[in-house]
């Protein structure tokens, strides 16, 4: 069955320090991965996307994450987090072709000054 | 950022009242969709629509309707609101030839009192 893990409900980050978002995946076709991020009360917003080839990609807001097909991973990290990075972050998988995508159940960031 | 456009952004009304949240997007995207979320929590597909005149029920149980009569239209209908209703709807939409990826609205937050 196809599915979108995302193992940390919350995670809390000092301004400056790097950070970590894991994603693992369960899907039968090449999977096309998004991150999203959703500030509060607003809409989601896509950060990055991977289709194929290089599995480093870079997304806004110096954001970037590194596909690992033997891990089924795609986990987001950013080497320095700004306060304003505070939000809800989705990772979601889907199709090129068809109809089905499939998000996690998100992570929250907090960062403390 | 993504054309889609969601109103109201807001809207607070009485219990038995008949709403229409209203979604456009001028991207010419094919396929539609309508997401709830509570605060904090994961995104729920109530509805989705492939193309004009297609729409199907998503995953979650909803008691609101759609309709696609044009392409740029997606409007979401609760016939009688109740305060189970009570939620944030996404709007998005995506394009088949450009990899299904999924755009959002800023969402609309329905309270019913």
């Known amino acids: 069955a196809q599915s979108v893990t995302q193992p940390d409900i919350h995670i809390t980050v000092s301004e400056g320090a790097s950070l970590e978002l894991r994603c693992n995946y369960s899907?039968?076709?090449?999977?096309?991965l998004f991150w999203y991020v959703q500030s509060p009360g607003q809409g989601l917003q896509l950060l990055l996307k991977y289709f194929s080839g290089d599995t480093l990609v870079q997304g806004i807001k110096g954001f970037e994450a590194e596909f690992k097909r033997s891990q089924s991973s795609f986990n987001l990290r950013k080497p320095s987090v700004h306060w304003s990075d505070a939000a809800e972050y989705f990772c979601a998988v889907g199709a090129y072709t068809g109809n089905q995508f499939y998000f996690g159940t998100g992570t929250s960031l907090t960062v403390i000054p | 950022e993504a054309d889609i456009y969601q109103t109201p952004r807001y809207l607070v009304i009485g219990t038995g009242k008949k709403i229409t949240l209203e979604c456009s997007q001028t991207?010419?995207?094919?396929?539609m969709y309508w997401y709830q979320q509570d605060p904090g929590m994961e995104l729920h597909l109530i509805h989705y629509s492939y193309g004009v005149n297609s729409t199907e029920k998503g995953d979650l149980s909803s008691e609101s309707t759609v309709s696609r009569i044009r392409t740029e239209h997606f409007p979401l209908t609760l016939e009688s609101a109740r305060p189970s209703h009570t939620s944030q709807y996404l709007c998005a939409s995506s394009a088949s030839h450009e990899g299904n990826t999924i755009y959002f609205g800023e969402g609309s937050w329905l309270t019913v009192v």
């Open positions: 991207m010419g995207h094919d396929k």
């Open positions: 899907y039968g076709a090449t999977p096309y």
